[in-house]
């Protein structure tokens, strides 16, 4: 089993930056790639960004390319998602999700849709007022 925690959501202005964390505990194995999504109010979950294991390749949404950046610590078990230049449109729960790679071939944008994912976390609400 795997346990996913995400942190740091919280009420910021538009144009903040803000960072997100997501802790694994349990049966959770560095060589997962990792993704965060997001859900707005009344609206279905869109992918937002995903890593892999070792953090060289990285995809983003284009609605955040350019102000959002995911890294992890594998030491920590942890992954984080930097969001600068915050706009009210970012408001949503953010979700990390994680699950084993497809192939050692697989590439990071074939990890874009939530149904690819087994695990994932309760989610951290981020609010930007603008």
């Known amino acids: 089993q795997v346990q996913l925690v995400e942190s740091g959501g919280r009420l910021v202005q538009a144009g903040d930056s803000l960072r997100l964390s997501c802790a694994a505990s349990?049966?959770?194995?560095?060589?997962?790639?990792m993704g965060w999504f997001r859900q707005a109010a009344g609206k279905e979950r869109e992918f937002v960004a995903v890593i892999n294991w070792s953090g060289s390749s990285l995809y983003y949404a284009d609605s955040v390319k350019g102000r959002f950046t995911i890294s992890r610590d594998n030491a920590r078990n942890t992954v984080y998602l930097q969001m600068n230049s915050l706009k009210p449109e970012d408001t949503a729960i953010y979700y990390c999700?994680?699950?084993?790679?497809?192939?050692?071939?697989?590439?990071?944008?074939?990890?874009?849709?939530?149904?690819?994912?087994?695990?994932w976390g309760q989610g951290t609400q981020v609010t930007v007022s603008s």
């Open positions: 349990g049966r959770f194995f560095s060589s997962y790639v």
């Open positions: 999700a994680a699950r084993p790679r497809k192939t050692a071939y697989s590439r990071v944008d074939d990890y874009v849709r939530a149904d690819d994912y087994d695990h």
